[in-house]
């Protein structure tokens, strides 16, 4: 019943930004930790930034100084401000969450993806 809608996806000029949102929808109990994950043709999906429910974070180190990752507890959602985007930022983006419903144990949810192509 839950489920993670994302937005923001785009293609933009290197040095560019974006704004990439997750929404939580459906019957949520509670969220803990939420991320955003990148995976690149031919690489493995890699975590670029992670945000508890407490408001911790974790960076990769290619994103640190460039990403900011923030959530806004009320409205389920998580952000990934993305900015001097590279070439190498190109990936899907997938936004991940750890929920629980009010009638079924915690797990791990995942987003559909959404394609970031940094080019010119």
């Known amino acids: 019943q839950v489920q993670l809608v994302e937005s923001g996806g785009g293609l933009v000029q290197p040095g560019g930004s974006l704004r990439l949102s997750c929404a939580a929808s459906g019957s949520i109990f509670s969220i803990g930790t939420m991320g955003w994950y990148r995976q690149a043709p031919g690489k493995q999906r890699e975590s670029v930034a992670v945000i508890t429910s407490g408001g911790v974070t974790n960076y990769v180190d290619a994103a640190k100084g460039r990403f900011t990752i923030s959530r806004d507890n009320a409205k389920n959602t998580v952000y990934l401000q993305m900015n001097s985007l590279k070439p190498e930022d190109t990936a899907v983006y997938y936004c991940?969450?750890?929920?629980?419903?009010?009638?079924?144990?915690?797990?791990?949810?995942w987003g559909q993806g959404t394609q970031v192509t940094v080019s010119s």
């Open positions: 991940n969450a750890v929920v629980q419903s009010r009638w079924s144990a915690e797990y791990t949810k």
